[in-house]
């Protein structure tokens, strides 16, 4: 069963920021794609970054959104089968629930449809 468990949400003041880790059993987080999501109050989910698998030419190429670009840095550790979200320079746009997302099959890409396992979410807030 696959499982992930995300920890590291806070509140936090703008300027500030946060490491997110996301746990994640009954996978192998080099083998899949994994990624970050969010979603504020009253608001659609929204991507906010993902990593390709450790395979192919473009093994472990991240991408990100366009509002957390030179602020947000994913990674994983695969000895630990743990992803983590850097956020630094946190703004009050970032607050929301964050989660941990994990694709084996769909396409990898920061739209929430490819994604088959999530995790139940982290909160962020962020003040101004």
């Known amino acids: 069963q696959v499982q992930l468990v995300e920890s590291g949400g806070d509140s936090v003041q703008a300027g500030g920021s946060l490491q997110l880790s996301c746990q994640v059993s009954?996978?192998?987080?080099?083998?899949?794609?994994m990624a970050w999501f969010r979603q504020a109050p009253g608001k659609e989910r929204e991507g906010v970054a993902r990593?390709?698998?450790?395979?192919?030419?473009?093994?472990?190429?991240?991408a990100y959104a366009g509002a957390v670009k030179g602020r947000f840095t994913i990674s994983r550790d695969i000895a630990k089968n743990t992803l983590y979200l850097q956020m630094n320079n946190l703004e009050p746009d970032d607050t929301g629930m964050y989660y941990c997302?994990?694709?084996?099959?769909?396409?990898?890409?920061?739209?929430?449809?490819?994604?088959?396992?999530w995790g139940q979410g982290t909160q962020v807030s962020v003040s101004s």
């Open positions: 997302a994990a694709t084996i099959t769909g396409l990898c890409e920061l739209s929430s449809r490819f994604y088959q396992y």
């Open positions: 009954g996978l192998t987080t080099s083998g899949a794609c």
């Open positions: 990593v390709l698998s450790q395979s192919g030419t473009r093994g472990g190429t991240p």
